[in-house]
């Protein structure tokens, strides 16, 4: 976003609260040369600035920079298709979109409810992966006899885990090319 529409939405919430420039700046503790520039669109408020500008609206910094997430279906495709990483390891389904979305975050529109939607399934996943093979492991090394359970079926039942994951994946990052919002199945509420 350009600095003039950032200006725009500062000399609104001056106006909207009835003060002056001078009047701004002896609120938020700047000098009127820096609301000046501000206004004008000369530069940016950042940090300290724009927490100052922010309490003297008496809005949330977040509230002001809303202005800077974008549109940007290509990031949450990538975001979504990032999770086939459980192909080669599971906790990468995880580890990968969770990077994408701590880089990115604050700056893509809806980026935060399709990762927390995305990791969420990819932990329920993986913990449901993980408790069918502790499963398979503690059967064959403890020898338990009440679990009669075909090598066969055991496979049949991670492939079919596998394939489902992926076409969920797929599913959705369809789903964001298109500009429609994401639907996993039901997961854990991890992050909320």
Request: glycine residues 4%; proline residues 4%.
């Amino acid at each position: 976003m350009k600095n003039s529409d950032l200006a725009i939405k500062i000399k609104e919430l001056r106006t909207r609260n009835g003060l002056s420039q001078d009047e701004l700046a002896t609120t938020c503790g700047l000098s009127l040369r820096t609301i000046q520039r501000i206004e004008n669109g000369e530069t940016e408020p950042r940090g300290d600035t724009l927490q100052r500008l922010a309490l003297a609206f008496g809005v949330a910094p977040d509230e002001l920079v809303d202005w800077a997430e974008q549109e940007d279906s290509s990031i949450l495709v990538l975001l979504n298709l990032s999770a086939l990483s459980y192909i080669a390891f599971p906790i990468l389904g995880i580890v990968v979109p969770l990077a994408i979305w701590l880089l990115k975050k604050g700056k893509i529109k809806n980026l935060d409810y399709t990762a927390k939607k995305l990791i969420n399934f990819q932990i329920s996943w993986s913990i449901f992966l993980f408790i069918i093979y502790l499963t398979v492991f503690s059967s064959i090394l403890g020898n338990f006899r009440f679990i009669h359970i075909r090598v066969e079926s055991i496979i049949l039942m991670i492939a079919l885990m596998y394939i489902f994951n992926g076409i969920v994946i797929v599913i959705n990052s369809i789903r964001c090319s298109n500009n429609r919002s994401v639907f996993y199945p039901p997961a854990f509420p991890f992050l909320k």
